[in-house]
């Protein structure tokens, strides 16, 4: 056992049982603090890493937004959980379109990852050196005003709880100790989740909740009642509340058992779509229909700024490109699973 494993064992031994959310928030807590996980020689890669296009088509769609709104100065622009800053370095890229939206961009990363705010850091240092990006812990911490959000899979590494169907009632799933003391699931009290499941769930059904989500959810959804401004959250997931076991762990781009080696490796779970939406509209904002990634793209000119950056490249050159870009779009590899959610102001129609 490792030493945060022990923790929870201890805490367990002490106190009883604990929820999948407190094991899963305590294994990423320290994934997250201890590593950069991105890229091939991590556990995992995300769309900013695969292709420049993804950030750079996000931050033209945050251009078109902002001038919908008004132009509103001056903008902030937040992203949630910006892991290596790369989206956040192409998106300011392409805004150099609108050079007086680029001139007067603040940039708040909210990041609780000491070692992934030092990678965020150094490339905007490299890339972008008259920016000077502001950190916080949390939303709650980004001052109010006009914004443009964006979060890449950040709802994904959320801590979720689970829930048994038995008998007809809910019961949340714990995580326990197994007679030789290693991590194991048990049952435990009859509950209520905190998003109403499926009715057609029936008898040893499993249903997962993010409660943290929908609190960042929310709370994204406040400042957008209360300020002009638009939100972009893409991640992989489900468009309508469903029941179904996703959590799954990564580790060196392979799947791991979920509850070994707790907090070295990448721990997920899909997202509940219709449930984050849900959450903007009763705070106050206005809900876009969920787009899948790959229509968003091409909608918004991935193809055509491929073929720009294809002009005066090599083969090899061209080849990775397209590689890349087909990644993203192709329905089979991220274009359907990963999931676009919009939201703006309530004055403005859906994006
Ligand atoms: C899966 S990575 C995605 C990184 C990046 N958006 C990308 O697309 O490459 C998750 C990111 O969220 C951060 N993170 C995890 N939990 C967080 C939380 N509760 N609040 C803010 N950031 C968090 C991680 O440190 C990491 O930067």
Redesign the pocket.
């Given at each position: 056992m490792n030493l945060l494993e022990r923790r929870l064992a201890d805490e367990i031994r002490a106190s009883g049982p604990i929820g999948v959310d407190r094991f899963m928030g305590a294994a990423?807590?320290h994934y997250?603090?201890s590593r950069d996980?991105?890229g091939a020689g991590g556990d995992?890669?995300?769309?900013?890493?695969i292709s420049q296009v993804?950030g750079e088509i996000i931050g033209l769609w945050g251009a078109d937004q902002w001038q919908r709104l008004g132009g509103p100065l001056p903008l902030r622009l937040v992203?949630?959980?910006?892991?290596?800053g790369?989206?956040m370095a192409d998106l300011l890229r392409a805004l150099r379109v609108v050079p007086p939206l680029r001139q007067a961009v603040e940039v708040h990363f909210?990041?609780?990852?000491p070692?992934?705010r030092e990678r965020?850091a150094e490339t905007l240092r490299r890339l972008h050196p008259d920016v000077a990006p502001r950190w916080h812990?949390?939303?709650a911490q980004v001052p109010q005003g006009p914004m443009l959000l964006?979060?890449?899979?950040?709802f994904?590494?959320?801590p979720i709880r689970q829930w048994l169907r038995e008998h007809g009632r809910w019961r949340e799933r714990l995580v326990g100790l197994d007679g030789s003391g290693a991590f194991a699931f048990e049952t435990g009290q009859i509950g209520t989740p905190p998003v109403d499941p499926p009715l057609t769930a029936s008898d040893g059904a499993l249903f997962e909740t993010c409660e943290?989500g929908l609190a960042?959810a929310g709370e994204i959804g406040r400042r957008l009642a209360a300020a002009p401004g638009a939100a972009l959250l893409?991640d992989y997931g489900h468009g309508q509340t469903a029941a179904g076991e996703t959590l799954q762990a990564l580790k060196a781009h392979a799947y791991a058992p979920v509850l070994a080696d707790a907090g070295e490796a990448?721990l997920?779970a899909h997202v509940d779509f219709e449930a984050l939406g849900n959450a903007l509209a009763a705070a106050g904002a206005n809900v876009a229909p969920l787009a899948l990634q790959g229509q968003f793209l091409i909608e918004n000119g991935a193809n055509l700024r491929l073929e720009a950056l294809l002009r005066g490249k090599d083969e090899a050159a061209g080849l990775r490109l397209k590689t890349g870009v087909r990644r993203l779009l192709d329905p089979m590899e991220m274009g359907r699973l990963f999931k676009v959610l919009a939201a703006t102001s309530p004055e403005r129609s859906p994006p």
């Open positions: 990423l807590e997250y603090r996980p991105l995992f890669t995300t769309a900013p890493e993804f992203e949630l959980g910006p892991g290596r790369t989206l909210v990041e609780t990852s070692t992934l965020q812990d949390a939303l964006i979060a890449n899979e950040l994904d590494a959320l943290p960042i893409i990448d997920t």
